[in-house]
């Protein structure tokens, strides 16, 4: 068995580690930069959902405001519709489905 040099395996484990280190370090900052693109669009929404009430209460009328190309916002279009509430509250949770037996005839 050939002689192994200890201090030159562990800076080849090192140097393996660091490049570990390096994409994981990457990796966190793309998420980081994802989490505060997410709130910069979020603050901007809410920014473009007051100012469109603010117009509305300036006198712009909903159709006036369409009519320059300025619907209401992505926020309020979002919303669910009070029919896709209703049908989700009325389908049993997935799992109950699972546990309803079938009784005997």
């Known amino acids: 068995m050939a002689n192994l040099d200890i201090e030159q395996t562990r800076n080849q484990a090192r140097a393996l580690l660091d490049s570990r280190i390096e994409s994981v370090t990457a990796l966190?900052?793309?998420?980081?930069?994802?989490?505060?693109?997410?709130?910069?669009?979020?603050?901007?929404?809410?920014?473009?959902?007051?100012?469109?009430?603010r117009a509305s209460k300036d006198g712009w009328s909903?159709?006036?405001?369409?009519?320059?190309?300025?619907?209401p916002g992505a926020v309020s279009r979002r919303r669910k519709s009070p029919a896709t509430t209703?049908?989700?509250?009325?389908?049993?949770?997935?799992?109950?489905?699972?546990?309803?037996?079938?009784?005997?005839?």
Do not use: C, F, N, W
Request: no cysteine.
């Open 28 to 53: 966190v900052k793309a998420r980081q930069r994802v989490a505060d693109l997410k709130e910069q669009l979020a603050e901007a929404e809410r920014d473009d959902k007051r100012t469109y009430i």
């Open 62 to 71: 909903t159709e006036e405001l369409k009519k320059l190309g300025l619907e």
């Open 86 to 105: 209703a049908e989700q509250a009325s389908t049993p949770p997935h799992d109950a489905v699972l546990t309803t037996q079938a009784t005997p005839s």
